[in-house]
């Protein structure tokens, strides 16, 4: 009995050893086939690879302007030529692509960069990448995290649970650039509380960046339209922020949604509140600035490029460059900061500096609005 046991074990461990022996002689005489393919494939005119797709910041303080830079390679035989770069939400996300042109075998970088100024809470931002290759041409990325709320930083609290509200569906949507259904999540909370202020505030921020992306497809018409709602929601948002800074100072939040809302309002022609927003702005960089505040280095660069782009819209252009200035020292690879202080050195006459700054935008996102118009700005240069 034991030995037909122990023969049958035999038998069976024998079996098993033949049908893995078979499988591994299949998959031998396959794989380099199968390796050829994808070569290929691969080595069949351009072709675009990115080891990673996405990334998540995780947790981010309101002051953080947080960065990642995805790597990517041309595998293929031919020219890999990045057409254009596009983003969900123009405001919260700034991308810089390293070069447009690859030959086989180069690397480049997609630097993302997250403004977290504006967001509250968890979002999720694609960034779409167009280039010839033609088995992939649009490639999508996908960064993600969790904006903390300044209060409850401050107080080290850890978040809580919070039940849903047309507010925080609201924001939810904003970061997702879903902006149709973010109003509609906004009126909601609005007509539960006629006096709740960051609701008109995203309110107007939905509108206006209806506004920017018709602007930017060229319905001009359509865009001014989207920018008078944006001003609308602001003048009942104006009143609101301004109680909130006569009974707290130092509210930073408030001078900076403030200055903002005018710095935007004077999008529309025949608007000039420029004046108003510098007002906010510089009261807020002092804020920022003070001792009690350090560590504010986002906010920092984020409000001298904002009173640099000021100065530079009042014809201030000596004003702008110093302002500017300090924000590029921190921050050199910030596109607004260079192409402003290119148009602010131009209108000074420093016409080498105008080129160097207008130069580098073209040099540091090449398919960008910026650089687009920078490059209409050195063919002018060139002509005088």
Same mark, same amino acid.
């Given at each position: 009995?034991?030995?037909?046991?122990?023969?049958?074990?035999?038998?069976?461990?024998?079996?098993?050893?033949?049908?893995?022996?078979?499988?591994?002689?299949?998959?031998?005489?396959?794989?380099?086939?199968?390796?050829?393919?994808?070569?290929?494939?691969?080595?069949?005119?351009?072709?675009?690879?990115?080891?990673?797709?996405?990334?998540?910041?995780?947790?981010?303080?309101?002051?953080?302007?947080?960065?990642?830079?995805?790597?990517?390679?041309?595998?293929?035989?031919?020219?890999?030529?990045?057409?254009?770069?596009?983003?969900?939400?123009?405001?919260?996300?700034?991308?810089?692509?390293?070069?447009?042109?690859?030959?086989?075998?180069?690397?480049?970088?997609?630097?993302?960069?997250?403004?977290?100024?504006?967001?509250?809470?968890?979002?999720?931002?694609?960034?779409?990448?167009?280039?010839?290759?033609?088995?992939?041409?649009?490639?999508?990325?996908?960064?993600?995290?969790?904006?903390?709320?300044?209060?409850?930083?401050?107080?080290?609290?850890?978040?809580?649970?919070?039940?849903?509200?047309?507010?925080?569906?609201?924001?939810?949507?904003?970061?997702?650039?879903? #902006?149709? &259904? *973010?109003?509609?999540?906004? %009126?909601?909370? !609005?007509?539960?509380? /006629?006096?709740?202020? @960051?609701?008109?505030?995203?309110?107007?921020?939905?509108?206006?960046?209806?506004?920017?992306?018709?602007?930017?497809?060229?319905?001009?018409?359509?865009?001014?339209?989207? #920018?008078? &709602? *944006?001003?609308?929601?602001? %003048?009942?948002? !104006?009143?609101?922020? /301004?109680?909130?800074? @006569?009974?707290?100072?130092?509210?930073?939040?408030?001078?900076?949604?403030?200055?903002?809302?005018?710095?935007?309002?004077?999008?529309?022609?025949?608007?000039?509140?420029?004046?108003?927003?510098?007002?906010?702005?510089?009261?807020?960089?002092?804020?920022?600035?003070?001792?009690?505040?350090?560590?504010?280095?986002?906010?920092?660069?984020?409000?001298?490029?904002?009173?640099?782009?000021?100065?530079?819209?009042?014809?201030?252009?000596?004003?702008?460059?110093?302002?500017?200035?300090?924000?590029?020292?921190?921050?050199?690879?910030?596109?607004?900061?260079?192409?402003?202080?290119?148009?602010?050195?131009?209108?000074?006459?420093?016409?080498?500096?105008?080129?160097?700054?207008?130069?580098?935008?073209?040099?540091?996102?090449?398919?960008?609005?910026?650089?687009?118009?920078?490059?209409?700005?050195?063919?002018?240069?060139?002509?005088?």
């Amino acid at each position: 009995m034991k030995d037909n046991v122990i023969r049958k074990n035999r038998i069976f461990s024998l079996m098993i050893y033949i049908a893995f022996s078979l499988f591994f002689i299949f998959i031998a005489q396959i794989l380099p086939s199968y390796s050829s393919m994808i070569i290929a494939l691969a080595d069949s005119g351009p072709s675009i690879y990115f080891p990673e797709y996405s990334w998540d910041f995780g947790e981010i303080t309101p002051d953080e302007l947080p960065t990642h830079i995805f790597k990517f390679e041309n595998i293929g035989d031919e020219v890999l030529i990045i057409k254009e770069t596009k983003v969900s939400c123009e405001s919260c996300i700034d991308p810089i692509i390293s070069t447009r042109e690859l030959n086989p075998g180069e690397a480049g970088e997609l630097k993302i960069t997250v403004n977290s100024l504006d967001m509250i809470g968890r979002f999720t931002k694609r960034i779409y990448l167009e280039s010839n290759d033609p088995v992939n041409p649009q490639v999508v990325i996908t960064v993600s995290g969790f904006i903390k709320e300044k209060d409850k930083l401050a107080a080290q609290i850890q978040p809580k649970p919070q039940p849903q509200t047309p507010f925080s569906v609201g924001i939810s949507y904003f970061g997702q650039g879903e #902006y149709d &259904k *973010a109003i509609t999540e906004f %009126e909601k909370s !609005i007509e539960l509380d /006629e006096n709740h202020t @960051e609701s008109y505030y995203y309110l107007g921020q939905c509108y206006l960046q209806k506004g920017i992306i018709e602007y930017n497809n060229k319905n001009i018409l359509k865009a001014y339209s989207l #920018y008078r &709602k *944006a001003n609308k929601f602001a %003048e009942q948002a !104006i009143p609101q922020y /301004e109680k909130i800074i @006569e009974n707290n100072p130092k509210d930073l939040n408030s001078y900076l949604k403030l200055g903002y809302i005018y710095e935007t309002r004077s999008i529309v022609p025949f608007i000039d509140e420029y004046n108003e927003a510098l007002e906010y702005y510089l009261k807020a960089l002092d804020l920022a600035a003070s001792p009690s505040s350090a560590g504010n280095t986002g906010i920092i660069i984020y409000l001298n490029t904002r009173i640099g782009v000021v100065c530079f819209n009042k014809n201030k252009y000596s004003q702008a460059i110093e302002y500017l200035e300090i924000a590029e020292k921190v921050s050199p690879q910030n596109i607004e900061v260079a192409y402003y202080l290119g148009l602010s050195y131009d209108k000074i006459g420093e016409i080498e500096k105008a080129r160097e700054f207008l130069s580098r935008v073209i040099e540091l996102a090449p398919q960008s609005e910026f650089a687009r118009e920078a490059e209409k700005e050195l063919k002018k240069i060139n002509k005088d």
